[in-house]
């Protein structure tokens, strides 16, 4: 069974994360995507809010589940017996990063790190961007799947 965990903070879920778990329910039997909790970072959304603006997304996608969890991702991929972990790339920063981190958990665990290119169209999208078109009062519904919406 090839099985992939999908991390992130999804502080919120955006329309290039979606693509990304979209596009990668072809490539995997089950993919979990997995809300990282990290006591140090101040989140817009609470890890209850995101939880369900993920679950209300994929809700008729069985091959999708959501969890939470705190620590080491690759320590989570063990416990759920996970083969992979996706990872979506906007741009070569991204790339720099994700690289670093997919040679680590490699090296700690022999886990495969599957990157996805998102695709031209939510290239240009990031949780950070969203948060500052909601903090201003912008058209943050263009960017993020129907299941995140917020009063403004």
Known sequence: MRKAIFPGSFDPITLGHEDII???ISLFDEI???????????????????????????KDEPKISVITYEGLTIDLAKKLK???????LRNPADFEFEKAIAHTNRRLSKI????LLTAAKTSYISSSIVRDVLRN???????????VRVKK
Do not use: H, Q
């Open 22 to 24: 979209k596009r990668g």
């Open 137 to 147: 009062n912008g058209e943050y519904e263009l960017l993020v799947p129907d299941a």
């Open 82 to 88: 996970a083969n992979f972990i996706l990872r979506g």
């Open 112 to 115: 495969e790190t599957v990157f």
């Open 32 to 58: 979990v995507i997995a809300i990282g909790v990290n006591a140090e970072k101040k989140y817009m959304f609470s890890l209850e809010e995101r939880k369900r603006f993920i679950e209300e997304t994929f």
